[in-house]
Protein backbone atom coordinates (compact mmCIF):
# COMPACT_ATOMS: atom_id res chain seq x y z
CA UNK A 1 0.00 0.00 0.00
CA UNK A 2 1.27 3.50 -1.01
CA UNK A 3 2.18 5.29 2.54
CA UNK A 4 3.36 8.75 0.81
CA UNK A 5 2.83 12.17 1.89
CA UNK A 6 1.55 13.67 -1.33
CA UNK A 7 3.51 16.32 -2.77
CA UNK A 8 2.52 20.15 -1.98
CA UNK A 9 1.00 21.13 -5.59
CA UNK A 10 0.32 24.21 -7.05
CA UNK A 11 -2.95 25.21 -5.26
CA UNK A 12 -1.21 24.45 -1.35
CA UNK A 13 1.38 26.71 -2.48
CA UNK A 14 -0.85 29.35 -3.77
CA UNK A 15 -2.65 29.15 -0.78
CA UNK A 16 0.17 29.04 1.75
CA UNK A 17 1.21 32.65 -0.07
CA UNK A 18 -2.22 33.76 0.57
CA UNK A 19 -2.49 32.59 4.09
CA UNK A 20 0.81 34.56 5.01
CA UNK A 21 0.26 37.38 2.90
CA UNK A 22 -3.07 38.50 3.69
CA UNK A 23 -3.57 41.33 6.24
CA UNK A 24 -5.91 39.64 8.39
CA UNK A 25 -3.92 36.49 8.42
CA UNK A 26 0.04 37.96 8.29
CA UNK A 27 -0.30 40.16 11.26
CA UNK A 28 0.61 39.27 14.99
CA UNK A 29 -1.85 37.55 17.20
CA UNK A 30 -1.52 37.11 20.75
CA UNK A 31 -2.35 34.17 22.95
CA UNK A 32 -5.47 35.34 24.82
CA UNK A 33 -6.09 33.71 28.47
CA UNK A 34 -9.67 33.05 27.05
CA UNK A 35 -7.58 30.79 24.59
CA UNK A 36 -5.33 28.82 26.86
CA UNK A 37 -8.49 28.29 29.18
CA UNK A 38 -10.11 26.81 26.35
CA UNK A 39 -7.24 24.38 25.45
CA UNK A 40 -6.29 23.25 28.97
CA UNK A 41 -10.10 22.51 29.45
CA UNK A 42 -9.71 20.41 26.31
CA UNK A 43 -6.60 18.57 27.54
CA UNK A 44 -7.79 17.94 30.87
CA UNK A 45 -11.09 16.47 28.88
CA UNK A 46 -8.89 14.69 26.90
CA UNK A 47 -6.23 13.21 29.89
CA UNK A 48 -9.70 11.74 31.25
CA UNK A 49 -10.34 9.69 27.96
CA UNK A 50 -7.00 8.64 28.17
CA UNK A 51 -7.66 7.12 32.03
CA UNK A 52 -10.67 5.41 30.60
CA UNK A 53 -8.23 3.33 28.50
CA UNK A 54 -6.32 2.53 30.88
CA UNK A 55 -9.17 1.32 33.53
CA UNK A 56 -10.63 -0.52 30.69
CA UNK A 57 -13.78 1.72 30.27
CA UNK A 58 -12.89 1.75 26.59
CA UNK A 59 -10.35 -0.53 24.64
CA UNK A 60 -6.25 0.69 25.32
CA UNK A 61 -6.00 0.99 21.28
CA UNK A 62 -8.22 3.27 19.64
CA UNK A 63 -7.86 0.16 16.55
CA UNK A 64 -9.53 -2.12 18.44
CA UNK A 65 -13.02 -0.02 18.76
CA UNK A 66 -13.54 -0.56 15.43
CA UNK A 67 -13.03 -4.36 13.53
CA UNK A 68 -12.47 -2.76 10.44
CA UNK A 69 -9.71 -0.77 11.93
CA UNK A 70 -8.20 -3.81 13.56
CA UNK A 71 -7.64 -5.59 9.77
CA UNK A 72 -6.57 -2.69 8.07
CA UNK A 73 -3.71 -1.61 10.34
CA UNK A 74 -2.65 -5.57 11.00
CA UNK A 75 -2.26 -5.44 7.16
CA UNK A 76 -0.08 -2.57 7.55
CA UNK A 77 -2.29 0.01 6.38
CA UNK A 78 -1.57 3.14 8.20
CA UNK A 79 -4.29 4.93 9.71
CA UNK A 80 -5.02 8.26 9.97
CA UNK A 81 -8.04 11.08 10.96
CA UNK A 82 -9.39 13.85 13.01
CA UNK A 83 -10.95 13.27 16.29
CA UNK A 84 -14.23 13.64 16.87
CA UNK A 85 -17.37 15.35 14.78
CA UNK A 86 -15.70 18.68 14.06
CA UNK A 87 -11.91 19.10 13.20
CA UNK A 88 -10.26 21.85 13.99
CA UNK A 89 -12.25 22.47 17.25
CA UNK A 90 -13.11 26.33 17.80
CA UNK A 91 -12.23 28.11 20.72
CA UNK A 92 -12.47 31.74 21.65
CA UNK A 93 -9.93 33.24 19.00
CA UNK A 94 -8.30 29.93 18.54
CA UNK A 95 -8.34 26.40 16.70
CA UNK A 96 -7.21 23.10 18.42
CA UNK A 97 -6.42 20.51 15.71
CA UNK A 98 -6.74 16.95 17.01
CA UNK A 99 -5.75 14.16 14.87
CA UNK A 100 -4.85 10.54 15.53
CA UNK A 101 -2.97 7.88 13.85
CA UNK A 102 -2.45 4.21 14.33
CA UNK A 103 0.60 1.81 12.74
CA UNK A 104 1.89 -1.44 13.07
CA UNK A 105 5.65 -2.29 13.33
CA UNK A 106 6.50 -5.63 12.05
CA UNK A 107 9.14 -7.34 13.87
CA UNK A 108 10.19 -4.69 16.16
CA UNK A 109 9.75 -5.12 20.22
CA UNK A 110 8.80 -2.19 22.77
CA UNK A 111 12.92 -1.81 22.94
CA UNK A 112 13.17 -1.31 19.71
CA UNK A 113 10.75 1.46 19.83
CA UNK A 114 12.34 3.40 22.77
CA UNK A 115 15.64 2.98 21.12
CA UNK A 116 14.50 5.24 18.88
CA UNK A 117 11.66 7.96 20.25
CA UNK A 118 13.91 8.34 23.36
CA UNK A 119 16.47 9.09 20.76
CA UNK A 120 16.10 12.74 21.05
CA UNK A 121 19.68 14.01 19.53
CA UNK A 122 18.65 11.69 16.44
CA UNK A 123 15.41 13.53 15.99
CA UNK A 124 16.84 15.80 13.60
CA UNK A 125 17.80 12.84 11.16
CA UNK A 126 14.90 10.49 11.86
CA UNK A 127 12.43 13.41 10.98
CA UNK A 128 14.06 15.53 8.47
CA UNK A 129 13.40 17.73 6.62
CA UNK A 130 10.19 19.14 9.03
CA UNK A 131 13.08 19.28 12.21
CA UNK A 132 16.12 20.69 10.90
CA UNK A 133 17.64 20.64 14.94
CA UNK A 134 16.92 18.22 18.34
CA UNK A 135 18.66 18.32 21.57
CA UNK A 136 18.26 16.42 24.58
CA UNK A 137 17.95 18.75 27.83
CA UNK A 138 17.81 16.31 30.72
CA UNK A 139 16.52 13.20 32.15
CA UNK A 140 14.84 12.43 35.52
CA UNK A 141 14.08 8.96 35.74
CA UNK A 142 10.96 8.35 33.08
CA UNK A 143 11.05 11.96 32.18
CA UNK A 144 12.69 13.48 29.05
CA UNK A 145 13.06 17.23 28.52
CA UNK A 146 14.35 17.76 24.72
CA UNK A 147 14.28 20.65 22.29
CA UNK A 148 13.04 20.80 18.34
CA UNK A 149 13.85 23.60 15.81
CA UNK A 150 11.02 23.04 13.10
CA UNK A 151 10.53 24.41 9.52
CA UNK A 152 7.66 23.74 7.64
CA UNK A 153 8.43 24.65 4.04
CA UNK A 154 4.53 24.28 3.14
CA UNK A 155 3.39 27.39 4.78
CA UNK A 156 5.63 29.02 6.36
CA UNK A 157 8.61 30.15 3.85
CA UNK A 158 10.73 31.93 6.26
CA UNK A 159 9.67 31.10 10.18
CA UNK A 160 10.69 28.90 11.84
CA UNK A 161 9.30 27.54 15.65
CA UNK A 162 11.67 26.47 18.16
CA UNK A 163 10.02 24.24 21.19
CA UNK A 164 10.69 22.75 24.30
CA UNK A 165 9.11 19.22 25.24
CA UNK A 166 8.52 17.39 28.32
CA UNK A 167 7.88 13.78 27.52
CA UNK A 168 7.01 11.16 30.13
CA UNK A 169 6.56 7.54 29.56
CA UNK A 170 4.51 4.95 31.58
CA UNK A 171 4.33 1.34 32.01
CA UNK A 172 0.60 -0.15 31.80
CA UNK A 173 1.83 -4.21 32.14
CA UNK A 174 4.33 -6.54 29.93
CA UNK A 175 2.88 -5.96 26.66
CA UNK A 176 1.66 -1.89 27.21
CA UNK A 177 3.23 1.60 27.51
CA UNK A 178 1.89 5.06 26.77
CA UNK A 179 3.87 8.57 26.75
CA UNK A 180 2.39 11.80 27.05
CA UNK A 181 4.28 14.73 25.76
CA UNK A 182 3.82 18.26 25.60
CA UNK A 183 5.37 21.66 24.71
CA UNK A 184 6.53 23.77 27.49
CA UNK A 185 7.88 26.61 25.68
CA UNK A 186 7.24 27.75 21.56
CA UNK A 187 8.77 30.33 19.86
CA UNK A 188 9.26 31.63 16.75
CA UNK A 189 11.54 32.64 14.31
CA UNK A 190 11.03 35.25 11.59
CA UNK A 191 12.91 35.68 9.02
CA UNK A 192 14.86 32.23 10.02
CA UNK A 193 18.28 31.92 8.12
CA UNK A 194 18.43 35.44 6.98
CA UNK A 195 20.75 37.78 8.56
CA UNK A 196 17.07 39.60 9.89
CA UNK A 197 16.46 36.64 11.74
CA UNK A 198 14.83 37.68 15.30
CA UNK A 199 12.82 35.48 18.19
CA UNK A 200 9.83 36.70 18.91
CA UNK A 201 8.36 36.79 22.49
CA UNK A 202 6.11 33.93 24.21
CA UNK A 203 2.74 33.41 22.70
CA UNK A 204 3.03 36.10 19.67
CA UNK A 205 4.34 36.42 16.63
CA UNK A 206 1.69 34.56 13.50
CA UNK A 207 0.05 32.30 16.18
CA UNK A 208 0.01 29.35 13.81
CA UNK A 209 1.05 27.27 16.48
CA UNK A 210 0.47 28.42 20.35
CA UNK A 211 1.14 24.55 22.04
CA UNK A 212 1.23 21.24 21.71
CA UNK A 213 0.54 17.79 22.98
CA UNK A 214 0.66 14.35 22.60
CA UNK A 215 0.04 11.03 23.16
CA UNK A 216 1.82 7.54 21.91
CA UNK A 217 0.14 4.32 22.96
CA UNK A 218 2.38 1.02 22.44
CA UNK A 219 1.12 -2.81 22.65
CA UNK A 220 3.27 -5.21 21.96
CA UNK A 221 1.67 -8.46 19.63
CA UNK A 222 1.05 -9.94 16.48
CA UNK A 223 4.62 -10.22 16.11
CA UNK A 224 5.03 -6.81 16.48
CA UNK A 225 4.36 -4.00 17.83
CA UNK A 226 1.57 -1.37 17.32
CA UNK A 227 1.59 3.02 18.07
CA UNK A 228 -1.15 5.18 18.41
CA UNK A 229 -0.12 8.66 18.29
CA UNK A 230 -2.78 11.62 19.22
CA UNK A 231 -1.36 15.04 18.06
CA UNK A 232 -3.42 17.79 19.40
CA UNK A 233 -2.25 21.61 18.89
CA UNK A 234 -3.57 24.65 19.58
CA UNK A 235 -3.31 27.87 16.76
CA UNK A 236 -4.87 31.16 15.93
CA UNK A 237 -8.60 31.23 14.80
CA UNK A 238 -8.79 31.68 10.67
CA UNK A 239 -10.26 34.75 9.42
CA UNK A 240 -13.95 34.10 7.57
CA UNK A 241 -12.60 35.99 4.66
CA UNK A 242 -9.84 32.97 3.53
CA UNK A 243 -11.22 30.27 6.09
CA UNK A 244 -12.90 28.34 3.00
CA UNK A 245 -9.60 28.41 0.87
CA UNK A 246 -7.36 27.79 4.21
CA UNK A 247 -9.46 24.81 6.02
CA UNK A 248 -8.75 22.11 3.41
CA UNK A 249 -5.16 23.41 3.25
CA UNK A 250 -4.58 22.78 7.36
CA UNK A 251 -6.53 19.81 7.60
CA UNK A 252 -3.74 18.18 5.14
CA UNK A 253 -1.00 19.66 6.62
CA UNK A 254 -2.54 18.25 10.11
CA UNK A 255 -2.87 14.78 8.44
CA UNK A 256 0.38 14.90 7.16
CA UNK A 257 2.18 15.73 10.35
CA UNK A 258 1.24 12.34 11.77
CA UNK A 259 1.50 10.52 8.54
CA UNK A 260 4.67 11.70 8.17
CA UNK A 261 5.90 10.80 11.99
CA UNK A 262 4.60 7.45 12.13
CA UNK A 263 6.10 6.52 8.71
CA UNK A 264 9.69 8.10 9.77
CA UNK A 265 9.61 6.44 12.98
CA UNK A 266 8.48 3.28 11.75
CA UNK A 267 11.39 3.42 8.98
CA UNK A 268 13.95 4.44 11.71
CA UNK A 269 13.08 1.63 13.72
CA UNK A 270 13.28 -0.78 11.20
CA UNK A 271 16.29 0.63 9.92
CA UNK A 272 18.06 0.09 13.37
CA UNK A 273 16.92 -3.50 13.86
CA UNK A 274 18.37 -4.71 10.44
CA UNK A 275 21.35 -2.67 11.82
CA UNK A 276 21.55 -4.37 15.04
CA UNK A 277 21.12 -7.72 13.44
CA UNK A 278 23.55 -7.59 10.72
CA UNK A 279 25.94 -6.57 13.30
CA UNK A 280 25.10 -9.40 15.61
CA UNK A 281 25.59 -11.86 12.84
CA UNK A 282 28.78 -13.88 13.28
CA UNK A 283 31.78 -12.19 11.52
CA UNK A 284 32.95 -13.76 8.06
CA UNK A 285 29.46 -16.36 7.62
CA UNK A 286 28.54 -17.41 4.22
CA UNK A 287 25.55 -19.24 2.72
Known sequence: MDTRVPMVNKAMVLAGFLLLSTSGVSKAAELTKETLQAWQDYIRTTNSRMQERLHGSVPFLWIDESAERSRRVSAGEILVTPVGEHSPVKVPKGLIHHWIGAALFPNATLDDIFTVVQDYARYKEFYKPLVIDSKPLGADGTEYRFSLLMLNKS?????????????????????????????????????????????????????????????????????????????????????????????????????????TTLIDTRSAVSSNVGASNTSSSPAGSHD
Not at 162 to 188: G, M, N, P
Open 155 to 259: LFAKNALVSEWKDRYIRVDERRRYSIAYSTRVEEIEEYGSPGERKLPLDAGSGYIWRLYRFTRFEQRDSGVYVELEAIALSRDIPAAVRWLIDPIVRRVSRSSVL
